[in-house]
């Protein structure tokens, strides 16, 4: 195994790097919780803004994006597991691919702690031979899985190998040889993952120092109808709101998949007029099907605050790439489609007074 990346989501991972190295001086970011993801985040950032963050991570620090994959893994691993027997009434039950990898890991009720070495406390530094001694007990915990239909979740299909690798052989160096483009990836996202401010640092509970109501009508070049509907400015940084209207007849036509879904995550890049970059990212997103065809609504986030001397924002999604997945119905699973692009939307945004963070 050692694909490559969704397109959508390696380019999501290359604009958040270029927008942390080119923030509004004294921005605070939070920071992951180990020193080895500290480490790796610093020298991503060093990187030249050409470089490819995912190509220089598979040939520089490919065995350390393998440790951070596995501990990665089997965290996941253990939350399923030891959520499984509190869900809450009315929710739907695990999918049966869990039940296919995880097996008797899900209804375990006696028996030792297969994840003892795994420490609670992700700060905490991990060896390679205890992630390996926790993946030999998991091995053995989860007995003999039922047949199910095949993982479609990028980490599942990671953990189902790894599960299924002989004792003899280095999950670490698997991870980072076989399956290193996936490897990576799942390892960047994550410790990218950690340096996004909380939805609640951003939006506190008091009113929005100024919000705006655009209404914004942009068409892309691929025929995308996009509508700013929000802008939220806080003291800490601010949110978007937009409409979208997503060819999903066409996806239809062209993949040939019953209960097809697509997915847009709206603009990936906002840049001010003085040359500083902002971190953009999709906090919510909820689409259904009207008369027109497929809407979408997506939240995006915004951090930091403005800067005072900006009186500009511009907005790019170059280009808009929509990711979908349909239902195989004979095999009774949800399969992740190909990403389409279709053509870029950029929006400009004066900016009033009141928008921008008074130092």
Request: charged fraction near 25%.
């Amino acid at each position: 195994m050692d694909g490559t990346p969704p397109p959508a989501g390696a380019r999501r991972l290359h604009l958040q790097l270029e927008a942390m190295r080119h923030l509004p001086p004294g921005t605070v970011l939070p920071q992951p919780a180990s020193v080895l993801d500290r480490q790796l985040l610093a020298d991503l950032l060093a990187l030249p803004e050409e470089a490819d963050p995912l190509r220089w991570t598979r040939d520089e620090r490919g065995v350390a994006a393998g440790a951070l994959t596995l501990r990665l893994l089997l965290e996941r691993a253990r939350e399923v597991c030891r959520s499984s027997g509190i869900r809450p009434p009315g929710w739907p039950p695990l999918p049966r691919e869990y039940h296919a990898i995880l097996g008797d890991l899900l209804d375990r009720t006696s028996g030792g702690d297969p994840w003892h070495d795994l420490p609670p406390d992700p700060a905490v530094a991990v060896d390679h031979a205890r992630l390996r001694a926790t993946l030999r007990e998991v091995r053995h915990a989860r007995g003999h899985p039922p047949a199910g239909p095949a993982a479609q979740e990028e980490w599942l299909q990671l953990l189902t190998i790894v599960l299924d690798l002989p004792d003899a052989d280095d999950p670490v160096a698997w991870l980072a040889g076989e399956a290193s483009a996936t490897s990576v990836h799942l390892a960047l996202t994550h410790v990218l993952d950690q340096c996004l401010p909380a939805r609640d640092a951003l939006w506190p509970d008091r009113p929005a120092r100024l919000t705006l109501r655009p209404m914004a009508r942009l068409r892309s070049s691929g025929g995308i109808r996009v509508m700013v509907t929000q802008v939220l400015f806080t003291e800490t940084g601010g949110a978007l709101r937009l409409n979208a209207r997503l060819p999903v007849r066409a996806l239809r036509r062209s993949h040939k998949v019953e209960g097809l879904v697509p997915s847009w995550r709206g603009f990936d890049r906002v840049v001010d007029d003085r040359g500083y970059h902002y971190l953009v990212w999709a906090t919510e997103t909820h689409g259904g099907t009207d008369l027109l065809g497929w809407k979408q609504g997506i939240t995006l986030a915004l951090y930091p605050a403005i800067v005072p001397e900006a009186t500009e924002l511009t907005f790019l999604a170059q280009p808009i790439v929509i990711e979908a997945h349909g239902h195989d119905r004979a095999a009774d699973r949800v399969i992740p489609l190909p990403a389409r692009e279709a053509g870029d939307v950029v929006w400009r945004l004066p900016l009033p007074r009141a928008a921008r963070h008074s130092a």
